[in-house]
T-cell receptor
Framework: EPEVTQTPSHQVTQMGQEVILRCVPI?????FYWYRQILGQKVEFLVS????????KSEIFDDQFSVERPDGSNFTLKIRSTKLEDSAMYFC???????????FGPGTRLTVL | KNEVEQSPQNLTAQEGEFITINCSYS?????LHWLQQHPGGGIVSLFM???GKKKHGRLIATINIQEKHSSLHITASHPRDSAVYIC???????????????FGKGTKLSVKP
């Protein structure tokens, strides 16, 4: 069964460093999403992406964040200068179309020291 | 303001018990998701529904659009059902957060043998 994959599973970085989180959505899906879950809190929407551009973003998704689909398979989330409060689990998801069921990846745990 | 509320926050059950988790939402929605988050953090989509009822194995999800309420039921619960169950509403409001998921805080279920 096709699934969303994410790498790495755990990333540790120093404050101020850039990180890139990678996702491979399900191959025939057209919409891609990033979500964040700070430890002990609820999951929060970051950004949705379609046709090589951002379709929507939340207040959390400020200028420090960017997303890209550099090739036909990967979907990346970049944090330019990480802060302590960026420590969280980051989930990628994809859906075949807008409004369809979203399938989640296993998440990347980001720890900023 | 919590647009998606779940109850209870924590639930402990004995193996075999019938379990109900509730979700109420205040926004207009186009669909509601039930998700399962494993102890390791991964998220699995269980159901997406916009009306009526859906069933998959021992899991049943219902939604009442007029009352803005959904329930997730687990029949003949088993220790392997222990997880956090998350309700997420897809807003139907045009513009703003249209289409993106608004998450509840989750219900932590523990099923004892």
């Amino acid at each position: 069964e096709p699934e969303v994959t994410q790498t790495p599973s755990h990333q540790v970085t120093q404050m101020g460093q850039e990180v890139i989180l990678r996702c491979v959505p399900i191959s025939n899906h057209l919409y891609f999403y990033w979500y964040r879950q700070i430890l002990g809190q609820k999951v929060e929407f970051l950004v949705s992406f379609y046709n090589n551009e951002i379709s929507e973003k939340s207040e959390i998704f400020d200028d420090q964040f960017s997303v890209e689909r550099p090739d036909g398979s990967n979907f990346t989330l970049k944090i330019r200068s990480t802060k302590l409060e960026d420590s969280a689990m980051y989930f990628c998801a994809s859906s075949i179309n807008w409004g369809n069921e979203q399938f989640f990846g296993p998440g990347t745990r980001l720890t900023v020291l | 303001k919590n647009e998606v509320e779940q109850s209870p926050q924590n639930l402990t059950a004995q193996e075999g018990e019938f379990i109900t988790i509730n979700c109420s939402y205040s926004v207009g929605i186009s669909a509601l998701h039930w998700l399962q988050q494993h102890p390791g953090g991964g998220i699995v989509s269980l159901f997406m529904l916009s009306s009526g009822k859906k069933k998959h194995g021992r899991l049943i999800a219902t939604i009442n659009i007029q009352e803005k309420h959904s329930s997730l039921h687990i029949t003949a619960s088993h220790p392997r059902d222990s997880a956090v169950y998350i309700c997420a509403a897809r807003s139907s409001n045009y513009g703003g957060s249209q289409g993106n998921l608004i998450f509840g805080k989750g219900t932590k279920l523990s099923v004892k043998p």
